[in-house]
T-cell receptor
Framework: DAGITQSPRHKVTETGTPVTLRCHQT?????MYWYRQDPGHGLRLIHY???????DKGEVSDGYSVSRSKTEDFLLTLESATSSQTSVYFC??????????????FGPGTRLTVL | KNEVEQSPQNLTAQEGEFITINCSYS?????LHWLQQHPGGGIVSLFM???GKKKHGRLIATINIQEKHSSLHITASHPRDSAVYIC??????????FGTGTRLQVFP
């Protein structure tokens, strides 16, 4: 398995509070992604990063911000959590290796509940 | 209409059966990704392919670029194959577009 960890693995918080999720990788992959997974939807991209300090928005970026100050860590912040952000959040990493098509590898997920 | 459609949404099978899960897409792609997610579990990459066929153990993935269609086959299915199987297509170089998944249950 690719060396990807996410913390925390579970979190319950209240509406209006800030929340930060961390993705840590030991693979030195260039690309990192944050997705959310909700019933009835496929995985949806929130933000992604193509290098240190280089990030871009995905399809569902409203209400989320990210930071990547070093290769191994990609942080996802909910500035003021809302109940609609209750979801399972997955981090993924990828890099261009011979024959790999920039294949993505996923972390174990973080289950976030906003009350 | 979703850019990536999977069928069926749910599938039940008896142990030993041959299983096929389909994925159709409507956009130009550079590659297609099959993933597996066990209940409450993480997401595991099974295959990534851009043409032809790939095989790994009892799993076979095929893709027809002209018809914009891919299939995932499981031979001699087993209860441990019970999972959600997700198809995703790569547009361009970095991003994936995901289907909503096919939930497979294999009974002994």
């Amino acid at each position: 398995d690719a060396g990807i960890t996410q913390s925390p693995r579970h979190k319950v918080t209240e509406t209006g509070t800030p929340v930060t999720l961390r993705c840590h990788q030991t693979e030195n992959h260039r690309y990192m992604y944050w997705y959310r997974q909700d019933p009835g939807h496929g995985l949806r991209l929130i933000h992604y990063s193509y290098g240190v300090k280089d990030t871009d928005k995905g399809e569902v970026s409203d209400g989320y911000s990210v930071s990547r100050s070093k290769t191994e860590d990609f942080l996802l912040t909910l500035e003021s959590a809302t109940s609609s952000q209750t979801s399972v959040y997955f981090c993924a990493i990828s890099d261009w290796r011979a024959g790999s098509y920039n294949e993505q590898f996923f972390g174990p997920g973080t289950r976030l509940t906003v009350l | 209409k979703n850019e990536v459609e999977q069928s069926p949404q749910n599938l039940t099978a008896q142990e030993g059966e041959f299983i096929t899960i389909n994925c159709s897409y409507s956009v130009g792609i550079s590659a297609l990704h099959w993933l597996q997610q066990h209940p409450g579990g993480g997401i595991v990459s099974l295959f990534m392919l851009s043409s032809g066929k790939k095989k790994h153990g009892r799993l076979i993935a095929t893709i027809n670029i002209q018809e914009k269609h891919s299939s995932l086959h499981i031979t001699a299915s087993h209860p441990r194959d019970s999972a959600v199987y997700i198809c995703a297509v790569k547009k361009g170089t970095d991003k994936l577009i995901f289907g909503t998944g096919t939930r497979l249950q294999v009974f002994p």
